[in-house]
């Protein structure tokens, strides 16, 4: 067990915080110094309950046994291992462990350090695949309107995240998106909502103005994360895969929030029944302990590039630590921690209570609308008129202090727990809910 306390470092300047407001954080600072189970250890000394999986990544809690000591093995193995024109085991099995988990047609796997990579390394394969078999005047990219795909430029391009583009330039040329999924009417629903399929159409009318033969792809979070935890309405999925099928557009789902057991499944493409080309993933892939993602590709695509001369390179991509040897280590070692306690078997049978303590919440001040699916969970505050967001982040810094740690985006509370949590932890996470939302101007 890390250090229970540890004075915070005296001198904040240096670090740049990502997402995060760097000048009130450094004024009142939140540290954590240890973590284990479901729960963080701030460094005052505070238990804190962790109720967003880290940054929706800690799919098997903290300080798990097994991960901890496969990453200390392995740095004194093999610690680093060129990954070009060179291999090394573990890369090889834990490629075999992922494709063994995914959904039938997924047979190769190619891997980046973060979401942000994999979203890249999708859109890349996916325009480099049309144009290996003869159609490169497929290039257009389709993505959605709150669509979350990391902070690269193909993936703020295809983005739809308004203050994640604004700032950055003219981004990727060629890019259309589809209008986001969340419509009020929809308001209060358990699951998946019921209005909203037509959404898809738009894809029609988006083919039709550049002509579906000139379209590469379309990628969608199968349930969008980052905005709010906005569910795919019943029939949505299907409706995009059916109007990609037909005009020969790969269709890419960004699961780097839903893969690796969140909804109760591996991945949501099993959880909907809706086979997307390419399944971006990261973050539960090594638990969020170590940096790693990976893009899961099917055979078609994967054999479309291997032709030609074979001492020619097939993919010109690819990063100096794709498949490190520590990052595979620990991704086997999280595999193998879901398998062997039944994570993913676990959130499901969780769902329904999950879902029951979060409804409940239907009647605190502010709340207009509460969402789920899995071990996930949304609840939507009214703003104050002229202040938005104020609200949601007065309700993180109150839940922090009442020792539970949420996330928020805009004026929603997204909730995402390690799927270790236990009932008693629900109640504890919803329970200081009620007492922070009853309290909130
Ligand atoms: N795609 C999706 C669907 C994501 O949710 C990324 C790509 C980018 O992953 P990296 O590893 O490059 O950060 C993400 C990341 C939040 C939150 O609070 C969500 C993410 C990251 C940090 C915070 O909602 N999603």
């Not at 450094?26 to 110094?33: G, L, N």
């Not at 942000?116 to 257009?140: C, D, N």
């Amino acid at each position: 067990m890390a250090l229970d306390r540890k004075p915070a470092p005296n001198d904040l300047s240096a670090f740049w915080m990502p997402f995060t407001a760097n000048r009130q954080f450094k004024k009142a600072p939140r540290m954590f110094v240890s973590a284990d189970g479901m729960f963080y250890k701030t460094d005052d000394g505070r238990d804190v309950l962790d109720g967003t999986a880290g940054l929706w990544c800690c799919n098997a809690g903290h300080n798990r046994p097994k991960i901890v000591e496969a990453i200390r093995q392995q740095a004194g193995e093999l610690d680093y291992a060129p990954a070009f024109q060179m291999g090394h085991p573990k890369a090889f099995e834990l490629a075999s462990a992922v494709r063994d988990m995914a959904p039938e047609p997924f047979e190769h796997v190619f891997f980046t350090n973060s979401g942000s990579e994999s979203v890249e390394t999708a859109l890349k394969i996916a325009l480099a695949y049309h144009r290996a078999r003869g159609e490169g005047q497929r290039t257009r990219l389709i993505g959605r309107e709150r669509g979350y795909h990391g902070v690269n430029f193909g993936g703020i391009s295809v983005g739809g995240i308004v203050n994640n583009r604004k700032f950055f330039g003219s981004l990727l040329t060629g890019v259309d998106h589809l209008p986001a999924t969340h419509l009020p009417e929809n308001a209060m629903t358990r699951g998946q909502p019921e209005h909203g399929a037509w959404l898809a159409e738009e894809l029609e009318a988006i083919c039709t103005l550049h002509g579906p033969e000139n379209i590469a792809a379309v990628i969608v979070e199968p349930m969008a994360g980052s905005t709010g935890v906005l569910l795919p309405p019943k029939g949505y999925l299907e409706k995009l895969r059916e109007i990609c099928t037909k005009h020969g557009i790969l269709l890419i789902f960004d699961e780097v929030i839903t893969g690796f057991g969140r909804l109760g499944s591996s991945f949501a493409a099993e959880h909907f029944g809706v086979m997307p080309d390419l399944i971006t993933t990261a973050k539960g892939l090594t638990n969020g302990v170590i940096p790693m993602g990976a893009v899961l590709a099917t055979a078609e695509i994967h054999d479309a590039f291997m032709t030609g001369p074979e001492h020619m390179i097939e993919l010109f991509h690819g990063y100096t630590y794709s498949g490190n040897p520590i990052a595979s280590a620990a991704g086997l070692a999280t595999l193998q921690t879901y398998r062997e306690e039944g994570l993913f078997e676990r959130a499901a049978e969780l769902a329904p209570y999950w879902e029951d303590g979060l409804h409940a919440l239907a009647d605190c001040p502010h709340v207009i609308d509460i969402r789920n699916m899995g071990l996930i969970g949304a609840i939507e505050l009214e703003p104050i008129a002229g202040a938005p967001t104020k609200r949601a982040f007065q309700a993180f810094l109150n839940a922090y202090d009442k020792g539970c740690l949420i996330r928020t985006t805009g004026d929603i509370i997204a909730l995402s727990p390690p799927l270790i949590i236990e009932k008693s932890h629900i109640d504890q996470l919803f329970g200081t809910l009620r007492d922070v939302l009853t309290a909130l101007d």
